[in-house]
């Protein structure tokens, strides 16, 4: 091998490296991911697990008295329609995967006619408050440790409030809400 053929191989080896070096600089140029600004949407807070863990986001929230007097009925029946595959709420209406929830707010927990309760929500006991009812709808599990509604529960207390204001509608003798 002559220094004319070595010269040959450092270059193709040379070559090689800053082929592989140039390559890796143009790739960083072009995906390197640049900061997005005011785009886009802003992330949701971190939200708290469904189940238990409560007190820093309840801490956070007004209390439920003060919710309730600026609730909207007319937004807790919207958002109650993700309640609507399990439970009916009309007069008389059936039971579906969950109890039928007309007239629940004083009703004895867990006393639906004809529907199968689990043993937990029938051991629970007394009667539905608007503020148990704020308890259950945030983290159904764990205000009802055992129960058998499938539902993560709603994060936000002012549509808690609203779905509460709404649930207070449907009765002949609507439950006057909490004093703040
Ligand atoms: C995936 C189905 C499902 C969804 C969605 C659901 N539930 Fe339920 N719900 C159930 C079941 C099942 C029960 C019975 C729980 C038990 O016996 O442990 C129940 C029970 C209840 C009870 C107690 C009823 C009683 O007679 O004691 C209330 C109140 C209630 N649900 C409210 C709601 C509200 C409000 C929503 C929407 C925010 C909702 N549920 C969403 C299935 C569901």
């Not at 937990?120 to 009812?133: I, N, Q, T, V």
Request: aromatic fraction near 8%; charge should be neutral; include cysteine.
């Amino acid at each position: 091998m002559d220094s004319f053929e070595l010269n040959k191989v450092a270059g193709a080896v040379l070559g090689t490296l800053l082929f592989a070096m140039g390559t890796g600089f143009l790739a960083e140029l072009i995906y390197k991911p640049k900061p997005a600004g005011d785009h886009g949407y802003p992330l949701p807070a971190a939200q708290e697990e469904p189940a238990g863990g409560g007190a820093a986001e309840a801490a956070k929230e007004e209390p439920l008295p003060v919710r309730l007097a600026s609730a909207d009925a007319a937004k807790g029946q919207s958002a109650a329609k993700k309640c609507a595959a399990c439970h009916s709420f009309d007069k008389g209406g059936p039971n579906k995967v969950g109890p039928n929830l007309w007239g629940i707010v004083g009703r004895p927990k867990g006393s639906h006619e004809g529907f199968n309760y689990s043993a937990a929500m029938k051991a629970k006991g007394g009667d539905w408050s608007y503020d148990d009812l704020d308890h259950f709808i945030h983290a159904p599990k764990g205000f009802v440790s055992g129960t058998i509604m499938a539902f993560a529960g709603v994060p936000s207390g002012a549509e808690r409030a609203d779905i509460l204001a709404y649930l207070k509608t449907l009765s002949d003798k609507p439950v006057d809400f909490p004093k703040p």
